[in-house]
């Protein structure tokens, strides 16, 4: 299993992005999709989570960032708007195996991908 996560890069704060996580040898589709990020020096921060039952943001992003999937390009996106530079971070896509996982049944988060880096900068 190898998961993706592309579409990183530097913004002006207030500006946009959106990352994707791309999976092989594994279909998102009834699973929990999470997106984390590490800030240098901090500790791993859970951003959002997707599932068929629910969503998660943590608080500092709600309202900024959506996250959504496309099944058919088994596919996760996380769009990130009004960018500040606290939002300057490697971001990692997560995938729980367990088939019907959920958001709010504390997922798993068995698989990882490599990370992409966002920077917000002026």
């Known amino acids: 299993v190898q998961l993706q996560a592309s579409g990183g890069g530097l913004v002006q704060p207030g500006g946009s992005l959106r990352l994707s996580c791309e999976a092989s040898?594994?279909?998102?589709?009834?699973?929990?999709i999470g997106w984390f990020r590490q800030a240098p020096g901090k500790e791993r921060e859970w951003v959002s989570c997707?599932?068929?039952?629910?969503?998660y943001y943590v608080d500092s992003v709600k309202g900024r960032f959506t996250i959504s999937r496309d099944n058919a390009k088994n596919t996760v996106y996380l769009q990130m708007n009004s960018l500040k530079p606290e939002d300057t971070a490697v971001y990692y896509c997560?995938?729980?195996?367990?088939?019907?996982?959920?958001?709010?049944?504390?997922?798993?988060?068995?698989?990882w991908g490599q990370g992409t880096l966002v920077t917000v900068s002026s």
């Open positions: 997707i599932s068929d039952s629910s969503t």
């Open positions: 040898r594994f279909t998102f589709e009834h699973r929990a």
């Open positions: 997560a995938a729980d195996a367990w088939y019907s996982s959920s958001c709010d049944a504390g997922p798993r988060f068995d698989y």
